[in-house]
């Protein structure tokens, strides 16, 4: 079966060349088709063009006269399983008390883990999926999901594998990261080291038997995992397969930007605590950094320093990084706003940061991110634009009418 889309008002984010990361100046560029067509077979992009270009029959027809179409979004950082809302902390932090106070008395990534190995799996992964749901309505084609939420092994295996059924059980790309390494369980408070063992030695063994995880992340920051924890954790990965990602520098200037490029790791994220050495680092090596405008936003504290990042040449991905504590959302199109306007990014730079350099930070560029012959036809129809810094600037609202997956509209 062929789907056609024809007369396309505008198609954003055409793959002109290899699909790579775009750094620097080139973040700014994003190529256009006007008065456009695209054809669909199974679930692949087999024509693109302008209308005069068209060649031959299709089986359906799809008149888009007057929308624009684009690559779904690709949100490479989220923790979406998750047991139920933290609304009590959101009283106490609107109230006065910051994010690691919370924590420490207990509040935070401990009482959602409570939470979560309270709660029974069919209904943890019902909860996932109605996420999961409600993002590929707003546009997301290819996500990633942590564990981190259970901090046993009997939970994070549980994480994982409801993971992988959201993968199997929905038609947009799902990958998975295991992060046992989210914060210390309390049975584990006066024992660190034992923890830490039971990541290498218990959890990431069968993880690695079932094939339950893509990456391995850290949470390496003040007053959760050391450098040097970190680094025994990732090593350890590394063996497995497992490729490192890193939550670094979210509270303070923690070493894990250094420790991510070290460890050739995927990506670093968040990135709010950052100052010029990170970013000379950053600038040698392949890592990618990703920022969340989400949860400055939500939490109130700094942004990560991408106009200075992207103006030294770093090449960024901007993710949502979705979660019951510091960023309850997972709206790319409010993540584009935040992105331009608090930091400072052009519309095209935060559009790239969530469609192309997305797809990078999941190592899923040859198929998302960009529209082209052989990839993925997992696109966006929007309601009339006129020009894409019209998805920021009317902030808030979703300009997303229908996702197209395939030959199928969702
Ligand atoms: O990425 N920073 C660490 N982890 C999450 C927050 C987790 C939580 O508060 O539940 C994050 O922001
Ligand atoms: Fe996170």
Redesign the pocket.
């Known amino acids: 079966m062929r789907l056609r889309l024809e007369n396309i008002h505008t198609i954003y984010g055409i793959q002109k060349g290899p699909s790579a990361l775009k750094k620097g100046k080139d973040l700014s560029h994003v190529d256009t088709i006007h008065n456009a067509f695209i054809d669909i077979e199974k679930n692949e992009i087999v024509a693109v063009g302008s209308m005069d270009q068209v060649e031959g029959y299709a089986d359906k027809y799809m008149d888009c006269t007057g929308k624009s179409i684009l690559p779904g979004w690709c949100d490479s950082h989220t923790?979406i399983i998750f047991a139920t809302s933290r609304h009590g902390e959101y009283r106490m932090r609107i109230g006065g008390k910051s994010y690691e106070e919370i924590a420490e008395a207990g509040g935070?990534?401990l009482n959602?883990a409570a939470k979560l190995r309270e709660m029974d799996e069919a209904e943890l992964y019902d909860s996932a999926a109605q996420r999961v749901e409600e993002l590929i309505k707003t546009g997301t084609v290819l996500l990633e999901i942590k564990s981190g939420y259970g901090l046993s092994p009997k939970s994070e295996l549980t994480m994982l594998r409801i993971a992988r059924k959201l993968d199997a059980s929905y038609p947009i790309k799902i990958k998975s990261t295991f992060l046992g390494a989210?914060a210390i369980p309390e049975w584990y408070k006066n024992d660190r080291k034992a923890y830490i063992k039971e990541i290498c030695d218990v959890m990431l063994p069968q993880i690695a038997k079932e094939q339950l995880a893509d990456y391995c992340d850290v949470?390496c920051d003040k007053g959760f995992f050391t450098v040097e924890e970190s680094r025994i954790i990732l090593q350890k990965a590394k063996t497995f397969g497992l490729r490192p990602k890193i939550?670094a520098n979210?509270l303070a200037v923690s070493g894990g930007v250094q420790l991510a490029c070290e460890m050739d790791a995927l990506s670093c994220d968040?990135l709010e605590a950052m100052g010029q050495e990170e970013i000379d680092v950053l600038l040698k090596h392949d890592t990618i950094p990703v920022v969340l405008p989400g949860?400055s936003f939500y939490l109130n504290i700094p942004y990560a320093p991408a106009r200075k990042m992207i103006d030294q040449g770093v090449g960024l991905a901007i993710a949502s990084?979705y979660?019951?504590?510091?960023?309850p959302s997972g709206n790319m199109e409010l993540l584009m706003s935040l992105a331009c306007i608090k930091m400072k990014l052009s519309p095209e730079e935060a559009f790239n940061g969530i469609t192309i350099n997305g797809a990078c930070a999941l190592e899923e560029e040859q198929e998302y991110g960009s529209i082209a012959v052989g990839k993925k036809a997992h696109l966006i129809m929007t309601t009339p634009i006129q020009d894409l810094a019209q998805l920021s600037y009317f902030y808030g609202k979703s300009h997303v009418e229908n996702v197209i997956l395939g030959t199928k509209i969702y």
Not at 323 to 327: A, Q, W
């Open positions: 923790h935070g990534i959602s989210h949470f939550h979210e968040h949860t990084d979660n019951p504590g510091s960023t």
